[in-house]
C-alpha cells in the first residue's frame, strides 16, 4: 500500500521567503510527526498530531513554525521568514497510535535549501 | 529529558566482516529503544526495535541489538556484513507518547 508522502521533495527559495512543506501520512495512521534533519545531524523532533487531540508543538524551534493538521489526514508544515540555518531534510512520519509497539512509518523528506 | 549518543559517526567495514554500531541513552523514565536505517537516497525504515521482554532482539537481515540497562546501551551487531548494508543507521529512544530522539547517526560503508 501507499507509504507516507512528502511534497515537494526538494525546495530552494531565497531568505525570507515562507515556505510550506505537505505531508500525506498511510491512510489511517492517526498519529502523525514532524522531524527535521540537519546536515551531519540525527533527527531532532518538531511536532506531532494525535487525532483530534491538541498537538504537541514542544519542539519548534521558533514561533517562525508552524503545522496544521485536518482531522487524521493531511499535514502542512510553514516556515515563515526563512532563514539560512531552516536549511535541512523535513521528514514527515505516521503511526497508527501513540504507543511505542506503533512503529513510525517516514516519508522520503523535503530538502529545504535557502540561499 | 533523554538523548541517544551514537559513539562512531563513520564506521568502514569490509565485506564478509563483523560490524558492531555503539549506541548509549539517558532518560529518567522506562524506554523503548530503536534502530532505523537508511540506505542511499531513500527514506528511514525501522530496522529493529526493544519495547520489553527478551533484552537480545533480532532483524530479518542479520542484526541484533542488544538492551543493557545497567550500561544504558543498546549496541547494534551484524556478524558477516554485505555491500548491501551500506547505510546510515540511527539509533532512537521514544517517550510514553512515541516521540523519537534520535542519535547523530552512524554511516557505515561496506568495502569489497
Known amino acids: 500500500g501507499a507509504g507516507v508522502s512528502q511534497s515537494p521533495s526538494n525546495k530552494v527559495t531565497e531568505k525570507g521567503k515562507d515556505v510550506e512543506l505537505r505531508c500525506d501520512p498511510i491512510s489511517g495512521h492517526t498519529a502523525l510527526y514532524w522531524y527535521r534533519q540537519r546536515l551531519g545531524q540525527g533527527l531532532e523532533f518538531l511536532i506531532y498530531f494525535q487525532g483530534n487531540s491538541a498537538p504537541d508543538k514542544s519542539g519548534l524551534p521558533s514561533d517562525r513554525f508552524s503545522a496544521e493538521r485536518t482531522g487524521e489526514s493531511v499535514s502542512t508544515l510553514t516556515i515563515q521568514r526563512t532563514q539560512q540555518e531552516d536549511s535541512a531534510v523535513y521528514l514527515c512520519?505516521?503511526?497508527?497510535?501513540?504507543?511505542?509497539?506503533?512503529?513510525?512509518?517516514f516519508g522520503d523528506g523535503t530538502r529545504l535549501s535557502i540561499l | 529529558a533523554q538523548s541517544v549518543t551514537q559513539l562512531d559517526s563513520q564506521v568502514p567495514v569490509f565485506e564478509e566482516a563483523p560490524v558492531e554500531l555503539r549506541c548509549n541513552y539517558s532518560s529518567s523514565v522506562s524506554v523503548y529503544l530503536f534502530w532505523y536505517v537508511q540506505y542511499p537516497n531513500q527514506g528511514l525504515q525501522l530496522l529493529l526495535k526493544y519495547l520489553s521482554g527478551s533484552t537480545l532482539v533480532e532483524s530479518i537481515n542479520g542484526f541484533e541489538a542488544e538492551f543493557n540497562k545497567s550500561q544504558t546501551s543498546f549496541h547494534l551487531r551484524k556478524p558477516s556484513v554485505h555491500i548491501s548494508d551500506t547505510a546510515e543507521y540511527f539509533c532512537?529512544?521514544?517517550?510514553?507518547?512515541?516521540?523519537?530522539?534520535f542519535g547523530a547517526g552512524t554511516t557505515v560503508t561496506v568495502r569489497a
Open positions: 532512537a529512544v521514544s517517550d510514553i507518547w512515541n516521540k523519537l530522539s
Open positions: 512520519a505516521s503511526s497508527s497510535g501513540t504507543l511505542s509497539n506503533q512503529p513510525q512509518h
